[in-house]
């Protein structure tokens, strides 16, 4: 099973900043099979980016996916009051995906 | 706009079999151009997939719950359901439903509001 780890757990930013979030993959994930989801209390999560780079229908460009093989980032640009959440990244080219476990972006 | 709820007890005993129903709207549950999910959250184990359901009544089971697990459709109502039987305290979790766009265990788009079940006796 690919493992997804992503750290540090939390990481502290004013609004405005740039926010730069990494998700590990234990073995190569082709890039079509990556996601990224954001997740704000007591509410699902809700999809940014799939295929490591595409966003979601209605999500603001300041949120950009790059990377390949094991190496996966999501990026904030000029952070607003609305991203700090918590923010998951997501593999399936296993036959059970897997989630990362979380990192929270918080206001310094 | 597609949206999905999920309905079911929020308190199962231990031993118990859980039972979930998610209903969609805005949209055909018979669209084949999607799959529909069962996905659970946890503090001990965080978001995992549980298993997915095409229209056709196809499914597809985390290999880690495929003991335990039972999909369902119901093209009619336009609904799906979550059985998972033999329940712990291990399986309390926030449990959602979501839309599966392109494989039975891709990226997830739109998710219910998720509800909580808590095992128990």
């Known amino acids: 099973e690919i493992v997804l780890t992503q750290s540090p757990g939390t990481l502290s930013f004013s609004p405005g900043e740039t926010a730069t979030l990494s998700c590990r993959a234990s073995?190569?994930?082709?890039?079509?099979?990556l996601a990224w989801y954001q997740q704000k209390p007591g509410q699902a999560p809700r999809l940014l980016i799939y295929?490591?780079?595409t966003r979601a229908t209605g999500i603001p460009d300041r949120f950009s996916g790059s990377g390949s093989g094991t190496d996966f980032t999501l990026t904030i640009s000029r952070l607003e009051p609305e991203d700090f959440a918590i923010y998951y990244c997501?593999?399936?080219?296993?036959?059970?995906?897997?989630f990362g476990q979380g990192t929270r972006v918080e206001v310094k | 706009q597609l949206q999905l709820q999920e309905s079911g007890p929020g308190l199962v005993k231990p031993s118990e079999s859980l039972s979930l129903t998610c209903t969609i709207s805005?949209?055909?549950?018979?669209?084949?151009?999607?799959?529909w999910a069962w996905i659970r959250q946890s503090p001990g184990k965080g978001l995992e997939w549980i298993g997915s359901v095409y229209y056709s009544g196809s499914t597809y089971y985390n290999p880690s719950l495929k003991s335990r697990v039972t999909i369902s459709v119901d093209t009619p109502t336009n609904q799906f359901s979550l059985r998972l039987s033999s329940v712990t305290a291990a399986d309390t979790a926030v449990y959602y439903c979501a839309r599966a766009p392109w494989m039975h265990v891709g990226w997830f788009d739109p998710w219910g509001q998720g509800t909580l079940v808590t095992v128990s006796s």
């Open positions: 073995q190569n994930v082709s890039s079509t099979y």
């Open positions: 997501q593999q399936y080219v296993s036959s059970a995906g897997a």
């Open positions: 295929g490591a780079f």
């Open positions: 805005g949209g055909s549950i018979s669209s084949s151009s999607y799959y």
